[in-house]
């Protein structure tokens, strides 16, 4: 009987020294064919690319009990980790240390807002094929997409729950990429339109002509887009303009902006530009609706001008045109909207529920939109729920 046992024993202890020694040629990589491999991501990853920690993520001032458009729900660090290093026998808890099943664990590995300096981002990205994880036996490494979830995620802070940061490279990519065809939200045919109507003094070089065929209806519609260098110039000019009207209106009179997008100025009916971060600032506050109204507001000097002079009289913000869970009031009158607007999200194109999601993320989290625009001159709320009737309000 002693000798079964010290047999038993024996193989036992065999069977321990071969699996240890397996974990260290797999740990070594000894074998592996992996002459002129590398792991390293050749160029800085895309900073538009969301990188929450977790799966799903609820943005702040959503309804108190989270609608569709209130919750992304996308590939995390998380989900990565837990899927190529949380093993039972690896990184899981009861395997290799470190253990990285939680916040905490995976973040003891980073310098937040140091990708280059955090161990994790080393190990993943490292062609020391000594040190690489996954390891190299495995078989599997992340992609690239994947391992820019995480170089975003540790350079913007490192955050448990998304940020300024992370929110505002996504959004701004969501609308600027989704809105700017040369038909729609696009600074080069809205002062082309204003060319086309003889408002600027331009050659027939300084335009370029864009022809639209409706899909549903087949009728072509011709476009003239202002090119460079004029066209940074002339919207520029304008939106300097209306920034200094707005700014006192009585003072300012003569800066009332006189090149509207819409008719009957414009020779076509051109919206709002969305190309770059400030032409979204420059729409939540100071909305196309206000700037170029379709009838006359003020005469002078035997002119016609289409533009109002109060920002803030409003029925029309850039959320409100987004989101169709949420019902604008007039930020002047407190007067809510009874139907929603969301028609740049569904009617010109189709942002997914997790995309309306994240640009509401943005929009709250971004100090540059100013509080009257989210909340109201007095903080009561310009913004509600629709199906509760929750009014959103600062916390």
């Not at 209130?70 to 995390?76: A, E, L």
Request: charged letters at 15%; hydrophobic letters at 35%.
């Amino acid at each position: 009987m002693k000798r079964q046992v010290s047999f038993q024993r024996g193989v036992i202890g065999v069977f321990a020294l071969l699996m240890t020694a397996l974990l260290l040629v797999q740990c070594k990589k000894e074998g592996a064919n992996i002459s002129g491999v590398s792991r390293a991501l050749v160029n800085t990853p895309d900073s538009t690319i969301f990188s929450p920690f977790y799966d799903t993520t609820v943005v702040p001032y959503s309804d108190a009990t989270p609608g569709v458009n209130d919750v992304i729900i996308t590939k995390s660090v998380q989900s990565i980790i837990q899927n190529n290093c949380v093993s039972a026998t690896c990184h899981g808890g009861t395997g290799v240390k470190p253990y990285l099943n939680t916040y905490a664990s995976v973040l003891s590995m980073v310098v937040p807002g140091n990708p280059e300096a955090s161990q994790l981002y080393q190990l993943i990205t490292t062609s020391d094929f000594n040190k690489a994880m996954p390891p190299v036996n495995y078989g599997v490494d992340l992609t690239v997409s994947e391992k820019s979830i995480i170089y975003n995620w540790i350079k913007n802070g490192a955050k448990e729950k998304p940020g300024l940061n992370d929110y505002r490279p996504a959004a701004i990519a969501l609308l600027n990429i989704g809105c700017t065809s040369a038909n729609c939200h696009n600074e080069a045919t809205a002062t082309g339109g204003w060319a086309r109507k003889g408002l600027l003094t331009i050659s027939a070089s300084d335009t370029l002509s864009f022809t639209y065929i409706n899909p549903s209806t087949g009728v072509p519609t011709l476009y003239a887009l202002l090119k460079e260098p004029v066209l940074s110039k002339v919207w520029g000019d304008y939106k300097d303009s209306v920034r200094k009207f707005y700014a006192d209106t009585l003072a300012n009179t003569s800066f009332r902006p006189y090149k509207t997008m819409g008719t009957p100025v414009s020779a076509i009916s051109s919206r709002g530009p969305l190309n770059t971060y400030d032409d979204l600032l420059f729409d939540i506050m100071y909305p196309k609706a206000i700037r170029s109204n379709s009838s006359v507001v003020y005469t002078a000097n035997g002119k016609n001008y289409y533009v109002k002079g109060d920002n803030l009289n409003s029925g029309s913000s850039l959320l409100s045109r987004v989101d169709s869970t949420v019902l604008l009031a007039n930020p002047r009158t407190k007067v809510f909207a009874t139907t929603q607007q969301g028609d740049m999200a569904y009617g010109d194109g189709g942002l997914k529920p997790a995309e309306i999601a994240l640009i509401k993320g943005w929009y709250f989290a971004d100090p540059n939109v100013p509080d009257t625009w989210k909340f109201g001159s007095d903080g009561t709320g310009i913004f509600k729920y629709r199906k509760t009737g929750t009014i959103i309000t600062k916390k």
